[in-house]
């Protein structure tokens, strides 16, 4: 990646000098012929990708508000948005930021900014799913590599990821938060075989992933080795706030990666499928708040007092969190403790009320299916995938104990393991 091809006027990125500079480049740089990817090489090369990341790797290093400015420029001129691919903006690079060295940082995040690559989240396995802890993934070392054998499941996107965030066991003797390793591991590889699973929405988002010898060398251990439970917390607390958080509204989003991702297509055919997409598709896992109302009008039930009032409860909950979301970007994340959680949990429950409502005002229309569905069956697709929103990036149950926890101050869970060495617990796949 090239130095910015633009000065910046304001690095602190404070009032209209942001916003004009941002707009001055849009205009001298978005092309519609462009080929995604080239979109998104400006883009990092402008630190404009993440501007919230530091220079030289996409981003400049702004405050959350002048990054704020930034996507809203992007937005007001209808280009097409950073590279959005499952988990490696939100999760990998951000992870690799606070924890990596120079040269990992150097090696693994400029091909995020720019969205050649996909990477996928190998933490949960069939064992261990809300206690992490008891990952059973072995991690074995051989020279200057290690051998990895094991089973991850529900991994979103590991089927089309290049790059993977593993967490596995290295140390048997010691406690299960004590010998553990993120490795950041190649998924292209004969001992790396992935499994699409379906779900009951008809979508196949997330695999299992079995891993029988696969190799990954000793300089790609993310932090220090049987540390990997700190930086697997640094992880979970960027899920919790991506599931939460919500992209800007008129931006056209393309997929990053090379294995079926969008950087090769035109910028022209991606705005044309977002203006389709805009017209019925609903873009994260609650129907919109206006969209509902236009649902509710169209199935004659907007004069209908419980619909009505359930319409005005689903806008409530909507308004609050998003000023709560606001008041926790504010605090810098840190308002009550658990921000994350308040947040994920609250978005968690939305998506549930989003499903319950538009199912009663479809009525009998909810089932059907496909194209005879109304909005071509968006809102089945969605409703259906709305169980998941309580569970991936920890459950709602998990979310309680971390705001009882860490928000309120209750006592810790009991636990009696947290000294004994992994290999005489019970746990995971050792059960
Ligand atoms: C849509 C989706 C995407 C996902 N993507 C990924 C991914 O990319 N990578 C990845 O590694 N994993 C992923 N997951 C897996 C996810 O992180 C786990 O499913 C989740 O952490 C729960 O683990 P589990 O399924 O093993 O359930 P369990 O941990 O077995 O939980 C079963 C039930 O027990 C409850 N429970 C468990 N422990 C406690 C406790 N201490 N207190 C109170 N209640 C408790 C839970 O709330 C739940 O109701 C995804 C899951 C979903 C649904």
Not at 38 to 47: H, N, P, T, V, Y
Not at 88 to 115: K, Y
Not at 138 to 162: F, L, M, P
Not at 178 to 195: A, H, K, N, S
Request: proline letters at 4%; a neutral charge; glycine letters at 12%.
């Amino acid at each position: 990646m090239t130095t910015t091809t633009t000065t910046t006027t304001e690095e602190s990125g404070q009032g209209s000098d942001l916003a004009g500079e941002v707009r001055d480049w849009i205009e001298r740089n978005w092309d519609p012929q462009l080929t995604v990817g080239e979109w998104w090489r400006r883009l990092a090369d402008a630190g404009l990708a993440y501007s919230m990341w530091p220079s030289g790797v996409g981003g400049r290093g702004l405050s959350a508000g002048a990054a704020r400015t930034v996507t809203e420029q992007l937005a007001a001129a209808r280009v097409i948005a950073p590279p959005v691919g499952h988990v490696a903006a939100t999760l990998a690079a951000p992870t690799i930021l606070d924890h990596g060295t120079a040269e990992q940082i150097n090696r693994f995040v400029p091909p995020i900014a720019c969205g050649q690559a996909s990477w996928c989240q190998l933490f949960s396995e069939p064992g261990s799913g809300s206690d992490l802890a008891s990952v059973g993934t072995r991690a074995v070392r051989d020279g200057d590599e290690w051998i990895v054998t094991g089973q991850k499941v529900w991994n979103s996107g590991a089927d089309s990821a290049q790059m993977g965030m593993l967490l596995a066991r290295t140390d048997l003797d010691a406690p299960k938060h004590r010998g553990m390793t993120y490795f950041l591991i190649d998924m292209d590889q004969p001992g790396i075989e992935v499994r699409p699973l379906r779900q009951m929405n008809g979508m196949s988002s997330f695999c299992e992933v079995f891993i029988s010898e696969a190799r990954v060398g000793h300089d790609c251990i993310l932090g220090e080795l049987n540390g990997g439970w700190r930086i697997a917390q640094t992880t979970l607390a960027h899920e919790r706030g991506s599931v939460s958080g919500r992209g800007a509204t008129g931006l056209a989003q393309a997929r990053s990666g090379t294995i079926s991702g969008d950087v090769s297509l035109a910028a022209s055919e991606i705005i044309a499928r977002s203006a389709r997409a805009r017209t019925g598709g609903i873009a994260g896992g609650a129907v919109p708040t206006k969209m509902m109302l236009e649902l509710a009008r169209q199935f004659e039930r907007a004069a209908d007092p419980v619909t009505r009032q359930e319409l005005a409860r689903y806008y409530t909950q909507n308004k609050v969190n998003s000023w709560t979301m606001r008041r926790v970007a504010a605090a810098k994340g840190r308002l009550t403790g658990a921000d994350g959680s308040m947040s994920k949990l609250a978005t968690s429950r939305i998506c549930q009320q989003s499903r319950d409502l538009a199912f009663s005002i479809l009525g009998a229309a909810t089932m059907l299916d496909g194209s005879d569905a109304p909005m071509r069956g968006d809102l089945q697709r969605v409703g259906l995938g709305s169980p998941g929103t309580r569970i991936g990036g920890g459950t709602d149950e998990v979310q309680l104990n971390v705001l009882g926890e860490r928000g309120l101050g209750l006592p810790r869970e009991p636990s009696d393991d947290a000294d004994t060495p992994y290999r005489e617990l019970r746990v995971g796949t050792q059960r």
